[in-house]
Every structure is written in C-alpha cells, then in structure tokens.
C-alpha cells in the first residue's frame, strides 16, 4: 500500500509514488460530492504531460453547489452513469488529463497514474492512445499496474 501523505515520506518517493502524489493533489479539485479522483499523465522524459480531475465542464454545474444530478434523483452508487435518472454530467479525470495534454506526440510510451481504478468507458478510450501504462489504486488503496493492451 502506498502512502500518499506527502509529509510522511522518510525519504524521496520512487517515480510511482511520486505519480500517485501528484495525482492525489490534483484529486483534491474533483467536484464530485461521491468521490474525488486525479489523474496524471507521465511522459516517457518523467515530465507531466497532462493532469485532471473529475469535473464538470469549465463554468458548468458544480456538484459541490448542490447540483448533483446522481445525488438528487436517489440512484444507487454503481448503477448507470451515462444515463438514464442521475446521468452524471462530470467528465472522468482520466479524460481530463488526456484534453490536457498539448502535444499528442507525449502519449507514446506514456504512463497514467490514477488514484481509481478506470471505468470500461475509460478503459476503451485509453485503448486508442499511445499511453501504454496504466497505474491505479484499488479499493483498499493498493496500486495496480495494467500494461499494453490494458
């Protein structure tokens, strides 16, 4: 299990749990009143190509607000996201960390660090890049790493 209490590292993290670090702080934007998740994207130089949290659109509906769809209509955690009453309109960190890369030529051979485990929606999207590792926590907080073909 990584510690990801930036404080309580006796000594300088490893490349991973430096990715998870980072991904943690930017977690702390997520608008979601359920669960707050960061991504971010690691080129192959070790340098951040593109971070992200779970969110709503710039200058959308803010959850935080009070304006959670899935936490007013009374849905069950796990059931539809996309549709149907609740349909979530927050776009998944992972995600926001791929429209944040400027350069696509930095996905190749790229790593992804993500303080959640990816959705099959996300999943299927990351196929088609070039990022070719995925690095993520699981329910307990223990990481998990997917390689090509995730």
């Not at 404080?7 to 749990?17: A, F, G, I, V, Y």
């Not at 990715?19 to 192959?44: K, M, N, P, W, Y």
């Not at 995600?95 to 299927?124: F, H, I, M, Q």
């Amino acid at each position: 299990m990584i510690d990801l209490g930036p404080w309580d590292l006796p000594r300088r993290p490893s490349k991973d749990e430096w990715g998870f670090l980072v991904a943690s702080a930017v977690g702390t934007r997520g608008e979601c009143t359920r669960r707050q998740v960061g991504a971010i994207i690691v080129d192959t130089e070790g340098r951040i190509a593109g971070a992200g949290y779970n969110g709503s659109y710039p200058g959308g509906p803010s959850c935080l607000e009070g304006a959670c769809p899935r936490g007013s209509s009374g849905v069950l955690p796990g059931s539809q996201y996309d549709t149907g009453p609740g349909a979530c309109h927050a776009v998944h960190a992972e995600l926001n960390a791929l429209l944040d890369v400027s350069e696509k030529a930095r996905l190749a051979g790229a790593t992804l660090y993500v303080t959640a485990e990816p959705c099959d929606g996300c999943l299927k999207i990351l196929r088609n890049t070039a990022i070719r590792r995925i690095y993520h926590l699981d329910e307990e907080g223990v990481p998990d790493a997917r390689v090509w073909p995730f």
